[in-house]
């Protein structure tokens, strides 16, 4: 999950590349396989009970859910990507926002393909919170917006931004199944996509940064890092 930068600044490419194909491989196999069940017409007990388990928490939960939750609304991807950019990170600002933005769109574009109606209309006494969301279910926008923010971040955070990140992004699925608007299934599609769509954003970076990299000339000193501009320490 957004392994390429940490291996970029480390000089080890095969490693990031590794992790970015991986991730990528994940991430579409969770889309794929997910979104096969969600089609179907009924709701397996399974995800019932899940969905159940998360839906039937207590109310007074609802106001900090709700803060949690904004991390994967659309507004998040300019907001983060402008924190990168206070934070003197360009190249993490243009993740950011091609990531967050991607998975935000191209989730619009699964749902209507899988059509994968809401919890309400598919499992009996669901508990709605807030605004009753409208569309379709299968798959969460949040959560792959979530996920794609929090795996391009990661690698760039310091120890305790990465905990809070790690605790936020699954809480932000929970968040969406807590209010009823998505199934279980509906996440994990969401989570899928976010760390698909991440894991091509890195590549896709990482080969912009290969092809730019001027070749090392034979038996002489290899080309200064990238990330410092060029410049000779």
Known sequence: ??????????????????????????????????????????????????????????????????????????????AAATAALLADDRELAVRLLAGGTASWALAKLVKRVVRRPRPAALISGVRIRGSEASGLGYLSGHAGVAVALGAAALPRLSPSGRAVVAAVVPVVGLSRIYVGAHLPLDVAGGAGLGLAIEAAVALAAARALTRNQPRRPAGGVGPPDLLRGGQTA
Request: proline letters at 5%.
């Open 1 to 78: 999950m957004g392994c390429e930068a940490r291996g970029v600044r480390n000089g080890s490419p095969a490693r990031w590349l590794t992790g970015s194909r991986v991730s990528l491989g994940v991430g579409t196999a969770a889309v794929l396989v997910t979104a096969l069940s969600a089609r179907r017409d009924t709701v397996g007990h399974r995800e019932a009970r899940a969905f159940r388990a998360v839906n039937g928490l207590p109310d007074s939960l609802y106001g900090p859910v709700w803060v949690v939750m904004q991390a994967g609304a659309f507004g998040a991807v300019p």
